[in-house]
T-cell receptor, first 111, second 112 residues
């Protein structure tokens, strides 16, 4: 069955370190998204991509970057992790039916 | 101000009881509204999608309603089960772009 996976599921890092969160989907969807979820807030869009080599900034993109070298993967990089980036991160992909499928999430703690 | 507001923030009910969750939005122009269920430690999963012309849609014990004039939606859960304990998220999509706005969710706890 097609799916969307994220790794790692949990990550603890230190302030200032570079961190990369992986997202992989097997639906062959062109559209992929990264969100962060914090208590009291709805999911907020960080970056998104509509296809290979396409990347776009979302609502809360500062301090994050993405790259899209193939259809299946959209890794999210925190250039220099900050405590404010402690959050749960969700990757999602969307096909032609406009339904977004979410990954299981990555819980990131920045100490 | 968030363009999608959900109420209540949290709700506790007894197993077998019904409940209704509310979603008010200001997203415009409106394209569609989805309700997602998010179990603890998991990603959200779509329950229903409603477009402008739809007033009611059911998915098993879940029934969503939409009033596009007042920009309100509700999710009614009938005969609740312990497995209904989760966060329920309302997501509204604008018509002229791919922008999706997420509510903060309602945390539902069903107790035996």
């Amino acid at each position: 069955d097609a799916e969307i996976t994220q790794s790692p599921r949990h990550k603890i890092t230190e302030t200032g370190r570079q961190v990369t969160l992986a997202c992989h989907q097997t639906w062959n969807h062109n559209n992929m998204f990264w969100y962060r979820q914090d208590l009291g807030h709805g999911l907020r869009l960080i970056h998104y991509s509509y296809g290979v080599h396409d990347t776009n900034k979302g609502e809360v993109s500062d301090g994050y970057s993405v790259s899209r070298s193939n259809t299946e993967d959209l890794p999210l990089t925190l250039e220099s992790a900050a405590s404010s980036q402690t959050s749960v991160y969700f990757c999602a992909s969307r096909g032609n039916q406009n339904e977004q499928f979410f990954g299981p999430g990555t819980r990131l703690t920045v100490l | 101000k968030n363009q999608v507001e959900q109420s209540p923030q949290s709700l506790i009910i007894l197993e077998g009881k019904n409940c209704t969750l509310q979603c008010n939005y200001t997203v415009s122009p409106f394209s569609n509204l989805r309700w997602y269920k998010q179990d603890t430690g998991r990603g959200p999963v779509s329950l229903t999608i409603m477009t402008f012309s739809e007033n009611t849609k059911s998915n098993g014990r879940y029934t969503a309603t939409l009033d596009a004039d007042t920009k309100q939606s509700s999710l009614h859960i009938t005969a609740s089960q312990l497995s209904d304990s989760a966060s329920y998220i309302c997501v509204v999509r604008a018509y002229n772009n791919n922008d999706m706005r997420f509510g903060a969710g309602t945390r539902l706890t069903v107790k035996p």
